[in-house]
């Protein structure tokens, strides 16, 4: 009679906490961006955020979706990856807003002039939202065409995952050419070290595919390399090395 009552308490608690992991997947990517969202809007400066990352964020979610297509996943990661697309749009359209905003007799560039040297430095979102919709679809279509071949869905899964995990590099690299991490949102990498931890333990758990679990991992270091950056900037400060730029990129866009 006891067990069968707290059988009755456990099952509703489990559920619970499955609704409570699900939730976190689905919406915890997302968190991070809150607070690099808030400092660019009310700083009205997007130098120290790289949307390199909203590009690497795209490309891999765009992946990751195709890679259900051939191999069906859990739901909550699939809708992780579309309210993470969303996010990155909104982040693309403030700093690109804010950026076009502080240049003054810059030559606008668009993704119609398919001039690589401004690849991802042009100058209304519209032009981002183009590449995207070109990228999704003709991705959309070879996927649609080699379906049905198990080397290329699982090729598909690990370039989704791969990608994701590279998320932090342009971050990384930006911060070493700088020599400093002023206008990365700190509390952003916290979040991503944190939310990147529990989603390789969930990957694990749950026994998602490999790819997973292993770019998880390597999604994690790379999240430490980044506050072993802020720590020794901070701490040890260093000059910032002279390089040549073009116009487009002395700024985040």
Request: hydrophobic letters at 45%; glycine letters at 6%; one cysteine or more.
């Amino acid at each position: 009679m006891e067990a069968a009552g707290l059988e009755w308490l456990l099952v509703p608690m489990q559920q619970l906490v499955s609704w409570g992991a699900a939730g976190a997947m689905v919406f915890g990517g997302v968190v991070p961006y809150i607070p690099q969202y808030r400092d660019i809007r009310r700083t009205q400066n997007a130098e120290g955020f790289s949307t390199y990352v909203c590009l690497v964020l795209l490309v891999a979610n765009i992946l990751r979706i195709l890679f259900w297509f051939g191999r069906r996943f859990e739901s909550p990661l699939l809708w992780q990856s579309i309210i993470m697309i969303i996010t990155m749009l909104l982040m693309l359209k403030l700093c690109t807003e804010v950026r076009v905003s502080n240049e003054l007799n810059i030559k606008r560039r668009s993704f119609a002039d398919f001039d690589l040297n401004y690849f991802w430095h042009w100058s209304k979102f519209t032009d981002y939202v183009q590449c995207v919709l070109t990228f999704t679809g003709v991705t959309g279509y070879i996927t649609y065409l080699w379906l049905d071949s198990s080397v290329f869905v699982e090729t598909l899964g690990f370039l989704a995952v791969f990608t994701e995990a590279m998320l932090g590099v342009p971050q990384l690299y930006r911060n070493y050419q700088n020599r400093s991490t002023e206008g990365m949102s700190v509390k952003m990498v916290l979040m991503w070290t944190s939310g990147d931890t529990f989603k390789t333990l969930y990957f694990i758990l749950n026994q998602a595919p490999f790819q997973f679990s292993i770019c998880g991992l390597l999604q994690v270091f790379v999240d430490i390399a980044i506050l072993l950056q802020a720590y020794l900037y901070s701490y040890y400060p260093q000059k910032p090395v002279s390089h040549t730029t073009h116009p487009a990129s002395t700024k985040a866009l």
